[in-house]
């Protein structure tokens, strides 16, 4: 995905598709980098794994903890990349434009779940599924028509960047992988620390219950929706200057954020984040030593063989639920409590 990712070392080393010996590989690997490429590639993988896990947590809103399977969630990573290069071409400032498509995608996706998804929670089956499916064809198609199927590019708005160890540490990406950590942990504070969240996180738990107690049911879906849209878009434009913008740049994206969620489980936006880390940082270490395509496929052998020994993800069970209650756990519920019965 990055430049940096594309070192591809030439080590005579057998191709495998198996867990264990792949391992072998890397570890192998790693015995014989020198210092200096080892910190380049684990800091390659950290900037994959943070992209990653904001485009993952986004789903994990909408997915996880909605109920929700977008299929558009790609869509909205590439229109984020879209807006960025789209304002960049009338000369607005680049980090603006972050801003600005996080907005501006946060805004479709409200428009989306107003009109399409709202409609379609009460029928509890795939109607979500088909229903986006179709969304995320025709916001493809709507792209490639309006800006044609020639692929775009969005240039770092910093050059250079410190030089460790012989090798140099693109400065952009430094801050795009500060800036997906800080959004990632700022999306962690709303829904853990504030009475938003709160009233989100019993939205989703118990919509009958919070309605009861108050809560604008509808407009926390909304909103709770918007803000998964959100950091796909704001993903997608930190990403825009590392990859080409296209229109079916997503799909890559929402495969992999899907399989972080089944392999992490609906437990927690930390979850997402463990998941992000173990499926992103496996491809990273994998392309190392090997083509893209030997990585996502260890990837989806991987995922196999966790539906197989932990169908409801890594990051469940009883532990992790005691861990997060412990995360979560505020000394009154001011959001809730006190609260009248909407009439």
């Known amino acids: 995905m990055f430049g940096g990712l594309g070192e591809v070392l030439r080590s005579p080393i057998r191709v495998s598709f198996t867990m264990k010996e792949g391992a072998s ?4 690997l790693l015995a014989e980098m020198n210092t200096g490429l080892l910190l380049k590639q684990i800091f390659n993988a950290a900037s994959s794994v943070t992209l990653l896990a904001l485009v993952a947590t986004g789903l994990f809103i909408i997915f996880g903890m909605m109920k929700v399977i977008n299929m558009a969630h790609g869509e909205f990573f590439m ?3 879209y807006t960025m290069w789209w304002l960049l071409q009338r000369g607005v400032n680049f980090w603006f434009n972050l801003a600005a498509s996080a907005v501006v995608v946060g805004l479709c996706g409200m428009v989306v779940e107003r009109t399409i998804i709202q409609r379609l929670y009460a029928r509890g089956d795939l109607s979500t599924l ?35 160890l012989g090798n140099t540490y693109p400065t952009y990406q430094i801050l795009a992988t500060v ?32 309605a009861a107690l108050g809560v604008d049911t ?10 998964g849209s959100a ?17 079916a740049m997503g799909l890559d994206w ?43 496929i260890t990837v989806l052998v991987i995922v196999w063989a966790l539906v197989l020994l932990r169908p409801r993800g890594l990051f469940t ?12 756990a505020k000394p009154h519920a001011p959001g809730l409590t006190g609260t009248r019965r909407r009439e």
């Open 218 to 227: 509808a407009r926390m879906n909304a909103v709770s929706f918007a803000l």
């Open 79 to 81: 229109l984020g990349a």
């Open 231 to 247: 950091l796909a878009g704001f993903a997608g434009a930190l990403a825009a200057p590392f990859v080409s913008v296209v229109p």
């Open 130 to 164: 088909l229903a986006t499916f179709g969304l995320s064809i025709l916001l493809q198609r709507g792209v490639a028509i309006m800006f044609g199927d020639r692929p775009q590019f969005v240039s770092s708005p910093i050059s250079g960047g410190p030089v460790i």
């Open 25 to 28: 590989h890397i570890v192998s």
């Open 254 to 296: 929402v495969v992999r954020s899907f399989l972080v969620v089944i392999v992490a489980g609906v437990g927690s936006i930390a979850a997402a984040i463990g998941g992000a880390a173990i499926v992103g940082g496996w491809e990273a270490g994998f392309t190392a030593t090997h083509d893209a395509t030997y990585a996502q």
């Open 179 to 210: 800036f997906a950590i800080m959004a990632i942990a700022a999306v962690m504070l709303v829904f853990l620390r504030t009475d938003f969240g709160l009233r989100a996180r019993a939205t989703i738990a118990n919509p009958a219950m919070a």
């Open 317 to 328: 069970g009883e532990l992790w639920r005691r861990l997060r209650l412990t995360v979560s």
